[in-house]
């Protein structure tokens, strides 16, 4: 099974801008839906956003839509997600999550991502 690692965390002003990385240990993510969720102080982690295996189609919770994009490279060997207009908010441990699902545009269902990285924190303040 892979291994995820994020990158990208950190601290940012509101309205200001991070990137965030999910590498695999694996060659690639081809197969795999990967998705972001968070994990705001006191609550349960939630999904953000999710790209599927071929990265043609990705959805976002409202509360992103608009601002945050999620997208894989060209090698399909990481996938990022650009926040922007940061809120405060936004404040949380952003994880990495995948599911193999084959090369296919689906969307899994939340309940099958079954691999995680370690998270990464993002603190939105002034």
């Known amino acids: 099974q892979v291994q995820l690692v994020e990158s990208g965390g950190g601290w940012v002003q509101p309205g200001g801008s991070l990137t965030l990385n999910c590498g695999t240990s694996?060659?690639?993510?081809?197969?795999?839906?990967v998705g972001w969720f968070r994990q705001a102080p006191g609550k349960e982690r939630e999904v953000i956003s999710i790209?599927?295996?071929?990265?043609?189609?990705?959805d976002y919770v409202p509360s992103v839509s608009g601002r945050f994009i999620i997208y894989k490279d060209s090698a399909n060997k990481m996938v990022s997600l650009e926040m922007n207009r940061l809120k405060p908010e936004d404040t949380g441990v952003y994880f990495c999550?995948?599911?193999?699902?084959?090369?296919?545009?689906?969307?899994?269902?939340?309940?099958?991502?079954?691999?995680w990285g370690q998270g990464t924190q993002v603190t939105v303040s002034s």
């Open positions: 999550g995948a599911t193999f699902a084959g090369m296919n545009d689906h969307i899994p269902e939340v309940a099958s991502f079954n691999i």
């Open positions: 694996g060659p690639t993510f081809d197969g795999y839906a």
């Open positions: 790209i599927s295996a071929v990265g043609l189609t990705a």
